[in-house]
């Protein structure tokens, strides 16, 4: 992070309009640092600002801004300044702010693209949301099977300094089909003489372009790759990932099952900038469906009517049984949930993963009856009968909370439906009504009541 | 992931004895694939196996086996085998397995390896958890400022394939203070001739070897790093970080929000090799602490027990007050807490927070209110008053929740606790009291009862 203090530094420079002095500060500065100083600009000093930067640092502090500043830019410069800013952004840069940006702005930014930039943009706008095609970037070096290390080296030198990752490089036949896989190390390793097709790796770990990118991170966890080269259905190489990308993807899958197992529609922006409106329509679903169900646990309360107006007392344990019990079995279902994104926990270990939940529930279904059996009795002396229906309801309640809280998310995701859909909140109203049916039957049994 | 097709070829050779056939097939394959295969593999055929491989690739795939294989190779072979591979992997990886070896073998490892491994691993093996010095690599390129980019490249070349990462080089001085970073994209872009000094950028991203590795993770997604040199308090370079460590981290510090968030304590292994103890061991203090909470909105309830038995249909609708007032607090404190773990919410913004949520809060709850005031008069006509009881209840609660679930967090993160404890369970039950308070308290006065 760039420091307060060197913040205000550059600010006074600005507004004492010490230009020369700014800009020598900015071009030692990383691209990072310097948009996060653009970001607190007014829009007026934005522009001022980011005039001031050579061409090349500005397209890497323009690709780190956030679209709203990288809309008032480029509604601020000319069209030659934006032509600059635009074939020089990586593509899949480029891509991602041309989704988030209005029709209009969308229309010029093409209009100022050379024709492969933009024939290149509009194949990536095609990919299906999610796909390893839309993550991918177009900038890779690709080499042929009868260059020499040296051509290697040469083609590297030429070329390379666009390209986003020039670490690994792929080996194409005519066709561009996908042949085989070269580190700089492996050139660096060998002889100027040798050649691509004897030094490459032609066992080449590789995703199409249709892929989910769920599956594009497992690949990269599992292999512990820089970059992978992404294929269409013909395995012609189109384009390439990049660990970076792949990092972003990750936060992202794992921001979107949080918000899944909190029962919210995934967002596509982050909090402060999404509106009141799609936040609330992101939730009202789920707590519609949710108190809806919660409903049926009500109609099973009011078939004991009977019982809690005989003995009230019964009513004041309800929250504690609903509360534990939700928490029980939220802590079955995010173990088994996030197992199971991470690809360590499969359908086929439902048996073992039962076995295991039910022997766990017993260990604290048991410590949670003690305690509250001793309290109970302190609270309530005499009243053994009450004290035995809540430590046994609670007892029960806990073995079956973390037995349902493991099996709905892997019968979920047996039958194709995200698992992350049975976390916590549907797990507690489907235990609701478990444990108030347990807790009411048995009271009416050792109390000898009617329902 | 390897085919099981091919599983299954490969075991056909070893079973039949055909290991000629079986080598060669072996030493093309990638060392994460092998590894997959000598994991199902019983102990007898897991050494054979692993014997068969050439010394570099056996360490490689040691690497990448399980703790439990690797043990059990290490306790299957001699001390000179045992040396070739522990002088082979990287200080890290050794560091990770005999983290969680017995001490018995931990001692003989030790004694199979060279006084300056032994030394490095020592040193490894003494940093914090989770600090960047746990995580960090020893095996990292560092260069001189008046080196040239060819001695550069010959270095490289020399001692670089023992390197985790050569693709960005660290200068540093006489004493080992680290003073500016050199990528291979600099040294092929740059004249044979030029100087290191020259060419190198003195600003260094970096960082200490007690950082936080959440630091770590934050730093690597600010700046798209590919790799992080480390330094002591005196600016001395120890180790790097590489992206692949960090993308394990990355999954690692996301299971742990999701256990905590559920009200757990943070297990160290995956769950199928967690053992129950250690699994009750993690879930029963919180829901102890829960439990006991929990009794509080029991007492809340006790002061009302007239009115519930005057009219019983009140506690029918306890159910439904409680899930919603639970889930939505957890909606919006999920938002917070995700929001602050990847940097988008600071506890500056806890007004903004706090606005947002209170209209995003009324407008879920006046669908929800609608939605069940209709219904609720369809099932008992003729009671308005407890419609209206219910409704009214039902709006407030889901208000507060939003509120109290958006600010605990904050809080929690201002007196430097980990927000992740102030998420779903937590916030069900105070919002549990709250609701249940307003729900009684309003039905004394509409329906004219005493409490």
Same mark, same amino acid.
């Given at each position: 992070?760039?420091?307060?203090?060197?913040?205000?530094?550059?600010?006074?420079?600005?507004?004492?309009?010490?230009?020369?002095?700014?800009?020598?500060?900015?071009?030692?500065?990383?691209?990072?640092?310097?948009?996060?100083?653009?970001?607190?600009l007014?829009?007026?000093?934005?522009?001022?600002?980011?005039?001031?930067?050579?061409?090349?640092?500005?397209?890497?502090?323009?690709?780190?801004?956030?679209?709203?500043?990288?809309?008032?830019?480029?509604?601020?410069?000319?069209?030659?300044?934006?032509?600059?800013?635009?074939?020089?952004l990586?593509?899949?840069?480029?891509?991602?702010?041309?989704?988030?940006?209005?029709?209009?702005?969308?229309?010029?930014?093409?209009?100022?693209?050379?024709?492969?930039?933009?024939?290149?943009?509009?194949?990536?706008?095609?990919?299906?949301?999610?796909?390893?095609?839309?993550?991918?970037?177009?900038?890779?070096?690709?080499?042929?099977?009868?260059?020499?290390?040296?051509?290697?080296?040469?083609?590297?030198?030429?070329?390379?300094?666009?390209?986003?990752?020039?670490?690994?490089?792929?080996?194409?036949?005519?066709k561009?089909?996908?042949?085989?896989?070269?580190?700089?190390?492996?050139?660096?390793?060998?002889?100027?003489?040798?050649?691509?097709?004897?030094?490459?790796?032609?066992?080449?770990?590789?995703?199409?372009?249709?892929?989910?990118?769920?599956?594009?991170v497992?690949?990269?966890?599992?292999?512990?790759?820089?970059?992978?080269?992404?294929?269409?259905?013909?395995?012609?190489?189109?384009?390439?990932?990049?660990?970076?990308?792949?990092?972003?993807?990750?936060?992202?899958?794992?921001?979107e099952?949080?918000?899944?197992?909190?029962?919210?529609?995934?967002?596509?922006?982050?909090?402060?900038?999404?509106?009141?409106?799609?936040? %609330?329509?992101?939730? =009202? @679903?789920? +707590?519609?469906?949710?108190?809806?169900?919660? /409903?049926? $646990? &009500? #109609?099973?309360?009011?078939?004991?009517?009977? %019982?809690?107006?005989? =003995? @009230?007392? +019964?009513?004041?344990?309800?929250?504690?049984? /609903?509360? $534990? &019990? #939700?928490?029980?079995?939220?802590?079955?279902?995010?173990?088994?949930?996030?197992?199971m994104?991470?690809?360590?926990?499969?359908?086929?270990?439902?048996?073992k993963?039962?076995?295991?939940?039910?022997?766990?529930?017993?260990?604290?279904?048991?410590?949670?009856?003690?305690?509250?059996?001793v309290?109970?009795?302190?609270?309530?002396?005499?009243q053994?009968?009450?004290?035995?229906?809540?430590?046994?309801?609670?007892?029960c309640?806990?073995?079956?909370?973390?037995?349902?809280?493991?099996?709905?998310?892997?019968?979920?995701?047996?039958?194709?439906?995200?698992?992350?859909?049975?976390?916590?909140?549907?797990?507690?109203?489907?235990?609701?009504?478990?444990?108030?049916?347990?807790?009411?039957?048995?009271?009416?049994?050792?109390?000898?009541?009617?329902?």
């Amino acid at each position: 992070m760039l420091e307060e203090e060197k913040k205000e530094e550059l600010l006074a420079l600005l507004t004492g309009k010490k230009y020369r002095e700014l800009k020598s500060q900015l071009v030692e500065m990383n691209e990072v640092d310097i948009a996060s100083f653009i970001e607190e600009l007014d829009s007026e000093k934005t522009v001022v600002v980011f005039r001031m930067l050579p061409k090349e640092l500005a397209s890497e502090v323009f690709a780190c801004l956030e679209v709203e500043q990288q809309q008032h830019i480029i509604t601020s410069i000319t069209d030659n300044e934006l032509r600059a800013i635009i074939d020089d952004l990586y593509v899949d840069d480029a891509v991602d702010m041309l989704e988030e940006l209005p029709a209009t702005i969308v229309r010029r930014v093409l209009q100022n693209s050379s024709p492969d930039t933009r024939k290149l943009i509009n194949q990536f706008l095609n990919y299906p949301e999610n796909s390893a095609g839309s993550v991918m970037t177009a900038e890779y070096v690709g080499l042929k099977k009868n260059m020499t290390v040296e051509q290697a080296f040469d083609y590297i030198r030429k070329y390379g300094v666009d390209k986003e990752t020039i670490y690994t490089c792929y080996v194409m036949d005519e066709k561009r089909r996908l042949e085989g896989v070269v580190t700089v190390k492996d050139l660096l390793m060998n002889d100027y003489a040798a050649l691509m097709g004897d030094i490459m790796d032609p066992h080449v770990i590789k995703a199409y372009t249709t892929e989910d990118q769920e599956k594009v991170v497992e690949t990269f966890n599992e292999y512990n790759l820089l970059s992978l080269p992404v294929v269409d259905g013909e395995d012609r190489l189109v384009g390439i990932i990049t660990v970076d990308d792949v990092m972003d993807v990750m936060e992202q899958e794992a921001t979107e099952d949080f918000e899944k197992m909190a029962a919210m529609l995934p967002s596509e922006k982050p909090y402060l900038k999404t509106g009141v409106f799609q936040l %609330a329509r992101n939730r =009202i @679903p789920w +707590l519609m469906i949710l108190m809806l169900s919660s /409903m049926v $646990t &009500g #109609g099973i309360l009011l078939k004991y009517e009977n %019982a809690f107006s005989v =003995i @009230p007392l +019964l009513v004041t344990f309800i929250p504690m049984l /609903m509360d $534990t &019990g #939700g928490n029980s079995g939220s802590q079955a279902s995010t173990m088994i949930i996030r197992g199971m994104a991470v690809g360590e926990v499969e359908p086929a270990d439902i048996l073992k993963v039962m076995w295991k939940e039910i022997r766990v529930g017993m260990l604290c279904g048991l410590s949670l009856a003690l305690v509250n059996f001793v309290r109970l009795m302190i609270q309530y002396p005499g009243q053994v009968l009450i004290c035995l229906t809540v430590v046994i309801s609670l007892f029960c309640t806990v073995i079956i909370a973390k037995t349902i809280g493991c099996v709905l998310p892997i019968a979920a995701k047996t039958i194709h439906l995200d698992p992350a859909i049975m976390a916590s909140p549907m797990i507690t109203t489907i235990v609701d009504a478990c444990s108030l049916m347990i807790y009411f039957q048995l009271a009416c049994h050792l109390l000898n009541m009617k329902a």
